[in-house]
């Protein structure tokens, strides 16, 4: 019977119950996917081989490829879902190129995530910082070359696309393109790390640095979140004292990229020879370029500017440097655009972008046959009125070889903002700003952390801060015609401190009406049209501070952010003026010493701040149309 059985039944063989159930590998299969993911080690010049992933429609053939080099997983990067559809697949920002049949690239920078080789924070090019055979432009020249080589499915013709770190590899590319790169699309890029874009603005360091290098630098993946022990950042930050001590309680100054920091508080060669709006000034533009920021960009507000400048003498035919500037937030380009924080806009302004001018722009120079795209040499997202601009250049006014002027508009005495110059240069408003008690750049519990709090909060209600005692607010009258402005603002002020060093932080405001019937959460809403931190001791010379004599007025002259806004009628314009903006930038101790890293807490001392009523904010005013 035992042999009988054994003949029907055919015997199978066993898992064994004791083997491991986790194999070293596996993917379960996508069924029915509509793409295929390609995983890559890509060969540099010098052996090192860079993790890049490929999603290639199925059926694609002579597609583009658009490619993007992070530092933020590229497999992550190239998966929002996990899905049969390459739609769903790729990223939110991805979706137009994807369904043209594009083939979307991500690719580890050198020593992150699963790329072999040394990490070296935003590496700079080949030179006197870098002594190696290898930069980000060359690492995208060798990654294009074999992209273009490899990749049978493609047309041979490769794009470079990218927001903040990945705007700053999108540059590195251009300073020495492939003959392959044949369009470019750098999204708030990271252009210069000092003047105005992440780790400082004008010299004041901006705190949330810290937590970002425990991210990206103390792993070759993602490293950890710094356990502060404190809900609110102003009173973990306050606590610590310096910036560098804020650092050393978690170990972070153990990191060579803070000791690089730490060791480079002014602007110096380290940070003038990675600025790549100077560096892209000294090449040829050889290669269409569409640099992209938001308004209201959080992270790098100055870069995309400063690069479009640079490149726009070189731009002879008018047909190579371009700039758009949409209502988003730092990298908000990438997602959905119909509002930031209470602000209201006129549809999904993102989407709008990335659909009619990016991805016409994109075809034209990736997909054969494509017709020429009508893209405006700058596209702009006017404030206020709400509404897409299309505009023959940037800026509008400015103080030399601008269609207009700048237009000062006095701080006068009355806490009142008007254009007629003051007949008194002597009168002033005081303050007195206390270390002790710095003014937050939110209301406070503070959560930098928080992305809710961080991504609009540039257009978040000055509100809270107006009648502070060390906030210095001037406004106009209710305006009776609209004021136009186009370019960035420029702060002229003229001030004393008892103190030996300050931080001059100047908001360029529109209050608006009491009563805004249409949406009632903005009566009276001050919002932030552009705002920056100035740090007096770098007045005379960026690179070499100096102390500032006591008392002594002297002169405070740097730009806000750019602006395309109209103050309509029934608006006010307003100036608030302080010397603090905390935690975001790191508190200045109001005595002068050689690193305000490492200032002891002896150093931070009360002072008392005067702007002479022949102060201004000289605005970029055009004829309002
Ligand atoms: N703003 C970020 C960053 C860029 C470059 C260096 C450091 C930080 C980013 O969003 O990538």
């Known amino acids: 019977v035992a042999a009988l059985l054994a003949l029907s039944f055919p015997v199978f063989a066993q898992t064994p119950p004791m083997a491991p159930d986790i194999p070293a590998q596996f993917d379960a299969i996508i069924p029915n996917a509509d793409y295929v993911k390609r995983e890559v080690m890509i060969p540099m010049r010098d052996g090192v081989k860079l993790h890049t992933v490929l999603l290639i429609p199925n059926g694609a053939q002579h597609a583009p490829i658009v490619l993007t080099r992070t530092p933020y997983n590229a497999s992550g990067r190239a998966s929002r879902n996990v899905s049969p559809s390459v739609l769903a697949t790729g990223a939110q920002g991805d979706e137009t190129m994807l369904s043209e049949g594009y083939i979307r690239v991500f690719q580890d920078v050198r020593g992150k995530y699963g790329s072999e080789g040394d990490y070296v924070m935003t590496r700079p090019l080949i030179g006197p910082l870098n002594n190696t055979r290898n930069d980000q432009s060359t690492d995208a020249w060798d990654t294009i070359d074999w992209l273009v080589k490899n990749t049978p499915e493609s047309n041979g013709k490769v794009g470079m696309i990218g927001s903040s770190y990945e705007g700053f590899t999108v540059l590195m590319a251009l300073t020495n393109p492939h003959p392959a790169l044949k369009v470019a699309v750098p999204m708030s890029p990271m252009v210069d790390g000092w003047r105005g874009d992440d780790w400082f603005h004008n010299g004041a360091f901006r705190m949330p640095n810290l937590s970002y290098i425990a991210s990206q630098n103390a792993a070759r993946g993602a490293g950890k979140q710094l356990a502060t022990g404190v809900y609110d950042d102003y009173e973990g930050v306050l606590r610590a004292g ?30 003038q020879h990675q600025a790549l709006d100077k560096i892209l000034a000294k090449r040829d533009l050889k290669v269409p370029t569409m640099t992209v920021v938001g308004y209201w960009d959080q992270e790098d507000i100055y870069g995309a500017y400063a690069v479009y400048a640079a490149l726009e003498p070189k731009d002879k035919d008018n047909n190579k440097n371009y700039l758009v500037v949409g209502p988003w937030r730092h990298s908000g380009v990438n997602y959905e655009g119909s509002t930031l924080g209470a602000l209201k806009f006129t549809g999904d302004t993102a989407l709008e972008f990335r659909r009619d001018f990016m991805q016409p722009f994109l075809d034209q120079y990736l997909k054969d046959g494509a017709p020429v795209a009508d893209t405006p040499p700058v596209l702009f997202y006017q404030t206020g009125v709400n509404r897409w601009q299309k505009l023959p250049q940037w800026p509008l006014a400015c103080a030399d070889n ?41 209301p406070r519990p503070v959560r930098m952390g928080d992305r809710n709090v961080w991504q609009p909060w540039l257009v978040s209600d ?45 908001k360029l405001i529109d209050v608006y009406p009491d009563e805004v019937p249409s949406q009632p959460e903005l009566g009276g809403y001050q919002l932030g049209i552009g705002m920056d931190i100035f740090r007096g001791r770098y007045r005379h010379s960026l690179e070499t501070p100096s102390p500032i004599p006591p008392n002594a007025v002297e002169r405070y002259r740097f730009s806000l952010p750019n602006v395309n806004h109209v103050f309509l009628p029934g608006h006010r314009i307003m100036v608030q003026v302080q010397s603090s903006w905390f935690p975001l930038y790191d508190r200045n101790p109001q005595t002068y010493v050689p690193n305000i890293f490492y200032a002891k807490s002896a150093d931070y001392q009360k002072a008392t701040l005067k702007v002479y009523h022949n102060s201004a904010v000289e605005l970029p005013v055009i004829e309002a149309k």
Do not use: M
């Open 462 to 506: 000055q509100r809270s801060f107006s009648d502070r005692p060390d906030v210095l607010t001037y406004v106009t009258a209710p305006l009776k015609t609209k004021v136009q402005i186009a370019g960035a603002p420029v702060v002229n002020l003229f001030a004393s401190t008892t103190g030996t060093d300050a931080d001059w932080v100047v």
């Open 242 to 271: 310096s910036a560098a001590s804020y650092a050393a309680q978690f170990g972070l100054d153990k990191l060579n990229f803070t000791k690089k920091l730490f060791e480079h508080p002014s602007y110096d060669s380290y940070w």
């Open 402 to 442: 601008c269609a207009a002027p700048l237009k000062p508009i006095y701080l006068q005495d009355g806490f009142k903002l008007g254009f007629e110059a003051p007949k008194d240069s002597a009168g002033y408003d005081a303050y007195v700003s206390d270390p002790a008690k710095p003014v937050p750049f939110v």
